[in-house]
């Protein structure tokens, strides 16, 4: 067990601390777990312990005292069903769906998809890496649905990743925008960095890893001023789009994060949806895409908006 204390001065009032705490800490702690640290008198607020849903002024200082256990770095097989779209011994082709981790971290230990792919395949614990990431040639957010491309070996991991690498797979998402972009189609080239003011966070910053984004808007007949938009990446940053929507001022419906601070459209994720992945054949050199339609809930989103 270690401890770790951080420290942050408010900047903004009227935030609740149990909020404000969940923003600062990451993705390690879930907002159940940062409440229950404010309970044990973990958090405390100019050297004070207060309750978790007190309301700051701004100005506070603010200290968490965050207690970490080891990690095991062995994963346990889980029996989780997958939606495979495509299966050959090299790799296979999965639907992710919302709400899933990628692989293990601090408070997301079980249900993710490393989980799932070694009781599917569990010929993929023999690869070269840490077991995990076995089977990960890149990510998708935990609440982002779509297509993401998992290996069997280390042999197509390396020549799949290579192509990450060399911008030569082809990345489409479909996003839901709060509001209409100012213009129809647009490309946004701006780098991200961590944000240095809440470790949660990734922000548009001078200095950060260079980030191009391509949109264009498919449909904005909607109730609100939404536009639903068709996004390619040309690069991979994280959270990526998300940023980039937010610094144009079109954050993502449902993006608790970037997004509007009352969301005008109530749903529990991101309206992002990883719709096409195209990529050469890691050993045959065939070029190969595949597609995902929109999850019933986020089509039953539009649906309702165009009603």
């Avoid at 346990?76 to 919302?98: H, M, R």
């Avoid at 390619?232 to 980039?244: A, C, F, N």
Wanted: glycine share 8%; proline share 5%; with cysteine.
């Amino acid at each position: 067990m270690t401890e770790t204390q951080i420290d942050f001065k408010v900047k903004t009032p009227g935030e609740r601390l149990d909020k404000l705490v969940v923003e600062q800490v990451g993705d390690s702690l879930s907002r159940a777990q940062v409440q229950a640290l404010i309970k044990e008198g973990k958090v405390t607020v100019n050297g004070a312990q207060v309750k978790s849903g007190v309301k700051l002024k701004g100005g506070e200082q603010i200290s968490v005292m965050i207690v970490t256990r080891e990690v095991s770095e062995t994963v346990e097989p889980e029996a989780i069903p997958l939606v495979v779209v495509y299966d050959d011994p090299d790799f296979a082709v999965i639907d992710k769906p919302a709400g899933m981790t990628v692989h293990p971290g601090v408070g997301n230990e079980k249900g993710t998809l490393v989980s799932a792919l070694l009781a599917r395949w569990p010929e993929v614990a023999q690869m070269n890496i840490v077991e995990k990431r076995v089977g990960i040639v890149h990510r998708l957010d935990k609440d982002t649905s779509g297509l993401i491309v998992v290996a069997k070996n280390d042999a197509a991991r390396l020549k799949l990743q290579a192509q990450f690498q060399s911008r030569t797979v082809s990345k489409v998402y479909l996003a839901l925008l709060e509001k209409m972009p100012a213009t129809v189609t647009g490309r946004v080239e701006a780098p991200i960095a961590r944000d240095p003011n809440q470790r949660k966070r990734m922000a548009v910053m001078r200095g950060g890893k260079p980030a191009i984004t391509e949109y264009q808007v498919i449909d904005h007949h909607f109730i609100g001023d939404q536009a639903l938009v068709r996004v390619t990446l040309h690069t991979g940053r994280t959270h990526q789009i998300r940023v980039h929507m937010a610094f144009i001022g079109c954050p993502i419906v449902g993006d608790s994060v970037y997004g509007y601070r009352k969301q005008r459209i109530k749903l529990k994720r991101q309206f992002l949806h990883a719709a096409e992945l195209a990529f050469d054949h890691p050993t045959t050199g065939e070029r190969i895409k595949f597609e995902s339609p929109l999850p019933v809930g986020l089509q039953n989103t539009l649906d309702k908006l165009r009603s």
